[in-house]
């Protein structure tokens, strides 16, 4: 099970776009506090456009409940990982994985990159920018396990106007 773990989000429309694209692909989601908002916020719920009630999300108090409670292989996104995205597997769907995204101002703490450098991963870019933005991040991690796994239980073809739609 492909799984999305926020450490510490602020910025509300990001947790609202994450959650909604959560709910579009059958990802887990992870809230770790402290939350810079409130769920009831009017920007996560216009960012998430209505899907919200479909995102199957947890909080925990803190990253050691977190951790406590949900076993896999932890991918940590980090400016600083060494190894692109891509480099790692993700193919095996009877294995829970968790990328974990860093708060939008400071990321991940140094401390817990330490314990699984492994892990570390770095989406690629060039150095105009010092990262891309969170849910932009979060997209491009799920899809790419998705991708990776046949894009396992999603939709080929749009379900509501049907597959001729173009056609007629």
């Known amino acids: 099970m492909i799984n999305v773990v926020l450490f510490e989000p602020e910025i509300p429309a990001n947790t609202g776009n994450i959650?909604?694209?959560?709910?579009?692909?059958?990802?887990?989601?992870?809230?770790?506090?402290?939350?810079?908002?409130?769920?009831?916020?009017?920007?996560?719920?216009?960012c998430g456009a209505g899907y919200i009630e479909k995102c199957d999300y947890t909080i925990y108090e803190n990253y050691e409940e977190f951790v406590s409670k949900n076993k896999g292989t932890y991918y940590y996104l980090t400016r600083y990982g060494h190894k692109p995205h891509t480099a790692f597997n993700y193919q095996n769907m009877k294995e829970n994985?968790?990328?974990?995204?860093?708060?939008?101002?400071?990321?991940?703490?140094?401390?817990?990159?330490?314990?699984?450098?492994?892990?570390?991963?770095?989406?690629?870019?060039?150095?105009?920018?010092?990262?891309?933005n969170l849910s932009n991040t979060v997209a491009i991690m799920v899809y790419e396990a998705l991708r990776q796994q046949n894009y396992k239980d999603l939709l080929f073809e749009e379900p509501f106007k049907g597959k001729d739609y173009l056609e007629k």
Do not use: V, W
């Open 19 to 46: 959650m909604r694209t959560c709910a579009g692909t059958g990802t887990k989601l992870h809230l770790i506090k402290p939350l810079g908002f409130k769920l009831e916020d009017k920007y996560i719920k216009r």
């Open 97 to 132: 994985i968790y990328f974990i995204f860093g708060k939008e101002s400071t990321g991940i703490p140094k401390e817990l990159l330490q314990k699984d450098l492994t892990h570390c991963m770095r989406i690629p870019m060039n150095e105009n920018i010092r990262a891309l």
